[in-house]
C-alpha cells in the first residue's frame, strides 16, 4: 500500500515563500519520478513539477518556472515543493503524486499515486 501524506501549506502573503513537503512510504520510493500538482477552486488540476528518481532530470509547468523549485530526498522518502515569489494565482490545494516509473509525465494520468493534498493560501 503507497501512501504519500503531504505538509507545509499555510496562508502567506504574496512575494513569500513556503516549502511544502511530501513523505511517501509502502513502496521503493528511490526508483521512481514523483510530481506535484495543484487545483485551485473551480478549476482542474493542473501540473507543476516534476522530478526524477535519482534528480538528474526536473520538468516545470511555465506558470512556476524560475519560482518554484522540486526536490527530492531518497534517505527520508520525501519530496519537496520550494515556493518562491508567491503569486496570489499561486492559491490552491496542492498535490504529491508517484509514478510507476522514472519518465517525467506531466498529466494526473501518469501518476497512480495521490496524497490528500495540502492548501496553500496566497493573500495579495
Known amino acids: 500500500q503507497v501512501q504519500l501524506v503531504e505538509s507545509g501549506g499555510k496562508l502567506v502573503q504574496a512575494g513569500g515563500s513556503l516549502r511544502l513537503s511530501c513523505a511517501a512510504s509502502?513502496?521503493?520510493?528511490?526508483?521512481?519520478?514523483m510530481a506535484w500538482f495543484r487545483q485551485a477552486p473551480g478549476k482542474e488540476r493542473e501540473f507543476v513539477a516534476t522530478?526524477?528518481?535519482?534528480?538528474?532530470?526536473?520538468l516545470y509547468a511555465d506558470s512556476v518556472k524560475g519560482r518554484f523549485t522540486i526536490s527530492r530526498d531518497n534517505a527520508k522518502n520525501t519530496v519537496y515543493l520550494q515556493m518562491n515569489s508567491l503569486k496570489p494565482e499561486d492559491t490552491a490545494d496542492y498535490y504529491c503524486a508517484g509514478s510507476l516509473n522514472d519518465r517525467l509525465g506531466s498529466t494526473a494520468r501518469d501518476y497512480p499515486y495521490w496524497g490528500q493534498g495540502t492548501q496553500v493560501t496566497v493573500s495579495s
Open positions: 509502502g513502496r521503493t520510493f528511490s526508483s521512481f519520478a
Open positions: 522530478i526524477s528518481s535519482l534528480s538528474y532530470r526536473t
